[in-house]
């Protein structure tokens, strides 16, 4: 869902941008059009009234009170290049008199005297400016930028983008939330709705199996397998019933666990093959005992089953940084490089029969259980696979403890 859901979220940004581009930027040339329409009919105004003796008080009266209803940022000077009138470029109009313009050498080291002449370097960069002539010659010219909404205009569309951007994440973030909450909720359901079904017939069957052995013609080594084979079902729907919400959290070493998970594979499956178990650091850690020998338990079955010949697993425990760490390592048929990125989805599996449930539990264990961390370190074909369970050493407080064994 996550992978669908991101390009679809940038095309849709993507399109949010376009558009409002669109749809801004013929507003912005208009805007642009109509300051350049009113300054050019300033200009003309101001060839006709401005005349050499621009310093007249009447005759500067006259442009302030043009210039003052004007809403964008605009800069007049004089044949010489000095400012006569000026408004929205951040200097105060009324700062100098016509007598002080008229000597601007006097004003070289004022700072908002300085400031107004940037401001004029400022607004010839955003546009030409405007000559005034009379008689043929130019008296002065008018300087003039694009009035604050133009801004605020271009920054539509990246504020749109940004708008698209939280709302998508927000979409996203909701999304994978209620898919998390409805897997929690599908394996709550699954594994408790399974413990039930087969809790019934099970406790049946080993009703019927104490009476079966109190039989005196029943032989002794059928009925020891019929108890083992009983005693695995009850601990399969255990696992489930624990995995579905019902975890008991306790302390135990780490050691403990990996070695009694091995001796327990070892009479299951590993057909009298015992993987070398290698203790680094060890820890102790807080989790459900049961869990997580479970999630141990697939990762040493998946590494004895991918066996090219004569198997050899090795399990790693170390402890470093707060964090305790299970390896394990084995040297089988290993993991397409075209597969290693989905080994934990659903329905991933490398055995002809397989559900592809194996990985998939085992991450549930790890990680939403335990708050720790599995992934799969490299796996080169017939040379070397490793898988690493992380774990945090620190007992998590919003989860029960109590004391193993």
Known sequence: MKDRTIPYALLSIAIISIASMLLVQPAIRDIEREVQLTSRVIAKLFSVVLIPAIEEEEVSEIVKSVVDDVHFPIIIVDVNGTPRAWKGVGV???LFSPEQLDRPDLLKNDPNF????AAVEQLSKQHPPIPMELNGQVVGKIYYGNPPVVRYLKLIPLILALVGLLTSGGLLWAAQSVQKYQMEALWSI????LAHQMGVPASSLMGWFELLKSHPDIENDLVEGMEKDLKRISSILQRFSRIGGGEKFSR???SELVRSTIDESVSRFLKGYKPKLVVHRDCEVTGDFELLSWAVENLIKNAYEA???SPHIEVHVD???GKGTIR???KGKGIPPDKQKIIFKKGFTT???GWGMGLLLTRRIIEDIHGGKIRLVKSIPHQETVFEIELPQKAQKTKRVENYG
């Open 92 to 94: 105060d109009p009324g």
């Open 114 to 117: 300085q400031k107004l002449m």
């Open 190 to 193: 699954f594994a408790k709705g």
């Open 252 to 254: 135990f070493r780490l």
């Open 307 to 309: 066996r090219t010949n």
């Open 319 to 321: 402890a470093c940084d």
């Open 328 to 330: 394990v390592i084995d």
């Open 351 to 353: 055995k002809e029969r």
